[in-house]
């Protein structure tokens, strides 16, 4: 018996189908099928012998055997072989290497989306909020979009080095280290957001935690981002927002009734020095928040590392949070990252500080107590931590007094002036024409990507 079907000579026979004879052209067993096509006449069978015959002649059994498909098929990639300066032989002596090199064992092969499930199911038990959880899986399924079905330990290193180079930045932007937090942006499927030095490092953490626990399993025997180079030593630069972006972050809240729905974390952060991850926290609430004595009660198990403390509301965090609760604001907050996201795009900000509210808390409450101990226990951090990333900035006294004078009634007032009607042209008018330069981009790809098709096919 042949390798590749029985070996039989084909042969021709005439068959009755509803009362018309047919010619019934009989190749055998055909990569484990029955090939035997029907044609309308004894002229057309042996036409189709005929070209059975030629192909046999040319390329053997096994070629002429094969469906058009995959000729197509193979063909193509031995075209690809050849441009790229390789033979055959060399492909299949690095794909051995390879596979000596990145040879794994498993006790069972788990598809990739399971493993980002379990990934989840353990930080949601080792007490990380389910908002970090969310989103982080949402950055990790980025990768896995395509794969969600293979198996994680057949992904390669080069796979992931891949993807992280299409995200990385350039230039000055490779020092950026305010955008830590997880991409959450809507964009087109074109774009590709970049990544500074520090959000390529806190991004390959998540991934090694994801493989971490694809090991612990066994699911996989390689960490692949183990392959990856790390990410050195960063530059940071501090640097916290200008009091008129806070005028206007605190006037876009104000806007409309469903961005008035985050005035209590906005709060929490420009005026109550609150971690993001301590306001989301789902064992944080209106609860432990008292308004008549200015208070708020941060337990061990909202804060970081198990920071119990009672922070001292100002005066004009006290009447932020009156009026976010009579607006119904809920806490742990809701939707929150899409309004702050609709909020920046109102008012054209485009970059967001890593933790860059409660930045601005830390950095003006020294103007307010005098005393940087003071300001530490309503912070929660070290000494060591405010005077180098705060305390650095030296900004000047009536600027940080000038903070604590962003009150409800001054924002109000700010919305009526034209100053912020022109502010909301312009930045409308900006993401009028991102758009449009988007679109371009977009069609331009379009359009290479069906030339080069067209190439191909040709």
């Not at 301590?278 to 198990?306: A, M, S």
């Not at 609709?342 to 307010?368: F, P, S, Y």
């Amino acid at each position: 018996m042949a390798i590749y079907g029985d070996a039989m000579k084909p042969k021709k026979r005439p068959v009755d189908r509803g009362g018309i004879t047919k010619w019934e052209v009989d190749f055998g067993i055909v990569h484990g099928h029955r090939k035997r096509p029907l044609r309308d006449t004894e002229a057309e069978a042996d036409k189709l012998l005929d070209q059975y015959n030629k192909d046999v002649k040319k390329g053997g059994e096994f070629w002429a055997r094969l469906p058009e498909s995959d000729r197509l098929e193979i063909t193509a990639t031995l075209i690809k072989i050849k441009e790229a300066g390789h033979t055959i032989a060399t492909v299949w002596a690095d794909w051995q290497r390879w596979k000596k090199d990145n040879q794994q064992s498993t006790t069972t092969p788990m598809p990739y989306e399971d493993v980002v499930a379990e990934w989840k199911r353990r930080k949601l038990d080792a007490g990380q909020s389910q908002r970090y959880v969310d989103e982080a899986a949402r950055m990790l399924m980025k990768f896995g979009k395509g794969r969600e079905k293979q198996p994680i330990h057949e992904i390669l290193p080069e796979e992931l080095e891949a993807w992280f180079e299409l995200h990385k930045a350039k230039g000055d932007d490779m020092q950026d280290n305010k955008d830590d937090e997880i991409d959450t942006e809507t964009q087109d499927d074109n774009e590709t957001r970049k990544w500074g030095l520090s959000t390529r490092r806190t991004n390959m953490g998540r991934f090694s935690s994801l493989w971490t626990v694809a090991k612990a399993k066994g699911w996989c025997s390689l960490n692949i981002v183990d392959r990856l180079e790390p990410v050195g030593k960063i530059g940071v630069t501090v640097e916290i927002y200008e009091n008129a972006t806070t005028l206007n972050m605190m006037a876009a809240v104000m806007a409309n009734d469903a961005t008035k729905k985050i005035i209590a974390p906005m709060t929490l952060g420009f005026f109550g020095c609150m971690r993001p991850e301590e306001v989301e926290h789902e064992k944080f609430g209106w609860n432990f928040i008292d308004l008549k004595h200015g208070l708020i009660t941060i337990t061990p198990e909202v804060g970081k590392t198990g920071d119990q403390r009672v922070i001292r509301l100002q005066p004009v965090a006290v009447s932020w949070l009156k009026l976010a609760k009579e607006e119904g604001n809920p806490l742990p907050p809701v939707n929150e990252r899409r309004l702050v996201d609709q909020c920046c795009a109102m008012i054209g900000l485009n970059e967001w500080i890593r933790d860059g509210m409660r930045k601005n808390c830390a950095t003006h409450l020294r103007a307010v107590y005098k005393n940087d101990y003071d300001v530490v226990k309503d912070m929660g951090n070290s000494i060591r931590i405010l005077l180098k990333y705060y305390a650095d900035l030296h900004v000047p006294e009536e600027v940080s007094l000038e903070h604590w004078k962003i009150t409800p009634a001054k924002v109000q007032a700010y919305l009526k002036t034209k100053e912020w009607e022109q502010l909301l042209r312009s930045a409308a008018r900006a993401v009028a024409e991102k758009t449009e330069a988007a679109i371009e981009v977009s069609v331009a790809r379009k359009e290479q990507s069906a030339s080069e098709t067209s190439k191909s096919e040709n």
